[in-house]
């Protein structure tokens, strides 16, 4: 049977079968193809965004999800198990480097730099392989964090002024303006919008008390949050979602206190382990979530054509 290859946002069934075609690669590779923004995005359209489907008869056999609002332009893409080696991922791949040259529609004119990056979460040996064969290499890694709880220290040892309190609906504005100055020069992170954190809130996950930030006592701006997130389909292994400091806050140990503050918040809720994404070259991060008792579980890369291949 022939398969085809359709370009548009999903229905809802599709959407549905592109997450069981996620869910039967992650039970063959031993980890997710998709990562947590493009199964949201399955629901939450966006001009910046492309689906590209796979079908063969009416089975969702493959799927890549293009995002042009990411600097660089980023793209993750999945085959299902029983349909692979069949030139299916070459099809993906080349229709994600396709549509990364179109514009962003949402993002600043003119701030795109570099080539298509495309996510290997793990990189499985079948993902190595294939990015080998097409001339990719990784660019980027982000490493996945591990340690148990509880912490043995859990007092985070808050500067005097400071508090730390639950982030309420307006809260809104200072948060954002916060994240993305904290992550400024973070690809996603720092990009993060009033729609994303409703969706966040939308979440089966969501809990109010799971942001916090920490602000001075007299009611000033925030100078950093820690947000934690417990899977309920997963309540032993509780995130360090996102912890953020104000530049000008930075290099003080606020990044340690409140990332204490959120191990401690995850033991009381009663997860036995903690886990947290870093980036590979974000040295100062790297060096604190050491410094705090993480071993590294796992590295995600980033691949872009290699250099040596143009
Ligand atoms: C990586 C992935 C997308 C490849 O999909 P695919 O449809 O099997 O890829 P193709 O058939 O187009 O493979 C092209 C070439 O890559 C190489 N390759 C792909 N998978 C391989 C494997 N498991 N072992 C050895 N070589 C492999 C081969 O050279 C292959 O050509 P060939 O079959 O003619 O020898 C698929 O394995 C997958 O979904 N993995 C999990 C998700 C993932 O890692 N995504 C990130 C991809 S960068």
């Known amino acids: 049977m022939r398969p085809d290859l359709e370009i548009g946002p999903p229905d809802d069934a599709t959407a549905t079968a592109v997450r069981t075609l996620a869910a039967a690669a992650a039970a063959a590779d031993g980890v997710p193809p998709l990562s947590e923004q493009p199964l949201l995005n399955l629901r939450t359209d966006s001009a910046d965004l492309t689906h590209a489907v ?3 008869s009416d089975d969702v056999v493959g799927y890549a999800q293009i995002d042009r609002g990411t600097d ?6 999945v085959v299902h198990p029983d349909h692979r080696r069949r030139g299916l991922g070459t099809t993906l791949l080349r229709t994600a480097v396709r549509d990364a040259r179109l514009p962003a ?11 298509l990056h495309v996510w290997a979460h793990g990189y499985v040996p079948a993902a190595q392989a294939f ?11 982000l490493r996945i964090l591990e340690r148990a709880l509880p912490p043995a220290d859990s007092d985070p040892q808050l500067p005097d002024g400071l508090r730390l309190r639950t982030a309420r609906p ?20 720092g990009r993060t919008t009033q729609a994303d954190l409703d969706a966040r809130r939308a979440e089966a996950w969501f809990r109010e008390d799971g942001l916090r930030l920490l602000a001075p006592d007299d009611g000033g701006a925030p100078l950093g949050f820690i947000w934690t997130k417990v899977d309920p389909q997963n309540p032993s292994e509780g995130e360090i979602y996102v912890v953020g400091v104000d530049p000008g806050a930075q290099g003080c140990g606020l990044g340690r206190a409140l990332t204490i503050a959120g191990l401690a918040q995850l033991a009381e809720r009663g997860c036995t382990t903690a886990v947290l ?9 790297v060096h604190t979530y050491a410094a705090l008792g993480f071993d590294t579980r796992a590295t995600d890369v980033q691949l872009a054509p290699s250099t040596t291949r143009e």
């Open 54 to 56: 796979v079908r063969v």
């Open 72 to 77: 660089p332009a980023s793209a993750e893409l």
């Open 105 to 115: 529609r949402s993002g600043a004119p003119g701030r795109r730099s570099g080539p």
């Open 131 to 141: 990015a080998a064969t097409l001339g990719w290499e990784p660019v980027r890694d």
């Open 170 to 189: 307006d809260d809104d504005a200072a948060w954002l303006d916060l994240n993305s100055r904290a992550f400024a020069d973070h690809p996603e992170q």
């Open 277 to 285: 994404y870093v980036d590979g070259d974000n040295a100062a991060a």
